[in-house]
């Protein structure tokens, strides 16, 4: 049973804005699921984009941003270029737990 | 600057232990609120937390691996240790460690180590 939730593909064309979702199994993600949100590309470290819903690291591309949205933890890209190109990966906090969900494919096309 | 680097073995024979290590620079694990983690992902398949461990050498595991998981820390060596018991062909992964400060915020990654189980 899956406990975290994301679509498993999305495409997107160049310029354009798309919105990731992650989802929990026992209701709606607060802010206190700390919702982080990561990227991962072939034969790279993984890269964390998003901590604690919607706050950024020093290297986050200003075109990413988190948020909740319908009871959900989102993360959207607005301007999306070619290379976020990428799976990326929401994680969730169960109380001293922490959960990853399935991981979205987004396509760039 | 922030760095991990996972080291292990490459080629593990199933029934074996995995002992893997997570050797790291750049933050202490004994600050308040650091911790480092171990993740995996299978080929093909999602990341799998499996365990952490804090400054406070507080421990948290997977719930359907603890049995076979023991997370340690050697804050002399800035390395954290991850040992796996009976490995199987499933536990084929790439296995990452990470860090985290204010106790839910990931940081940075190392570039992973991959890990087969076979015979």
């Known amino acids: 049973q899956t406990v975290v939730t994301q679509e498993p593909s999305l495409t997107v064309s160049p310029g354009g804005t798309v919105t990731l979702t992650c989802a929990s199994i026992t209701g709606a993600v607060t802010s206190g699921f700390y919702p982080n949100w990561f990227q991962l590309k072939p034969g790279q470290a993984p890269r964390a984009l998003i901590y604690s819903t919607r706050n950024k690291h020093s290297w986050t591309p200003a075109r990413f941003s988190g948020s909740l949205l319908g009871g959900k933890a989102a993360l959207t890209v607005s301007g999306v270029q070619p290379e976020d190109e990428a799976e990326y990966y929401c994680l969730l906090y169960y109380g001293g737990s922490w959960v990853f969900g399935g991981g979205t494919k987004l396509t760039v096309l | 600057q922030i760095t991990l680097k996972e080291s292990g073995p490459t080629l593990v024979k199933p029934t074996q232990p995995l002992t893997l290590t997570c050797t790291f620079s750049g933050f202490s694990l004994t600050t308040t609120a650091v911790g480092v983690g171990w993740i995996r992902q299978p080929p093909g398949k999602a990341l799998e937390c499996l365990a952490l461990?804090?400054?406070?050498?507080?421990?948290r595991y997977s719930p359907s691996l603890k049995n076979r998981l023991t997370i340690t820390k050697d804050t002399s060596k800035n390395q954290v240790v991850l040992t796996m018991t009976n490995v199987d062909p499933v536990d084929t992964a790439t296995y990452y460690c990470?860090?985290?400060?204010?106790?839910?915020?990931?940081?940075?990654w190392g570039q992973g180590t991959l890990v087969t189980v076979s015979s």
């Open positions: 461990i804090y400054w406070d050498d507080d421990k």
């Open positions: 990470a860090v985290l400060s204010g106790s839910h915020i990931f940081h940075s």
